[in-house]
């Protein structure tokens, strides 16, 4: 079984930051790309930024320049450094990975987008 923590959360001011931490649990043995997305009140869950596990990344338009995101492999944790946060923020942000291996005895087990529980960012004066 492997699980994804995130931590982090809450409420910031307009203008403020906030930074994300999402860890996965268990014995790993690699995760390949990990993520976060992120799903406001009415809406559909979005992609806000993305890193490969050899640490290239991508973001969305509308967080680009604000939002940093990193991993520490050693760790099996990815981060999200949120600054110049604005109300459209206000999102549960979800982490998520690709692929993680897990060994068992003699293979090793694959688990394909794996979720975190979600980790609530508001945004408001």
């Known amino acids: 079984q492997v699980n994804l923590v995130e931590s982090g959360g809450g409420l910031a001011e307009p203008g403020g930051s906030l930074r994300l931490s999402c860890a996965a649990s268990g014995s790993i043995f690699s995760i390949d790309a990990m993520g976060w997305y992120r799903q406001a009140p009415g809406e559909q869950r979005e992609l806000v930024a993305r890193?490969?596990?050899?640490?290239?990344?991508n973001y969305a338009d509308s967080v680009k320049g604000r939002f940093t995101i990193s991993r520490d492999n050693a760790k099996n944790t990815v981060y999200l450094q949120m600054n110049s946060l604005k109300s459209t923020d206000t999102a549960v942000y979800y982490c998520?990975?690709?692929?993680?291996?897990?060994?068992?005895?003699?293979?090793?087990?694959?688990?394909?987008?794996?979720w975190g529980q979600g980790t609530l960012v508001t945004v408001s004066s």
């Open positions: 890193i490969t596990s050899g640490g290239s990344t």
């Open positions: 998520n990975a690709g692929r993680i291996l897990v060994p068992a005895e003699s293979h090793l087990i694959e688990y394909l987008e794996v």
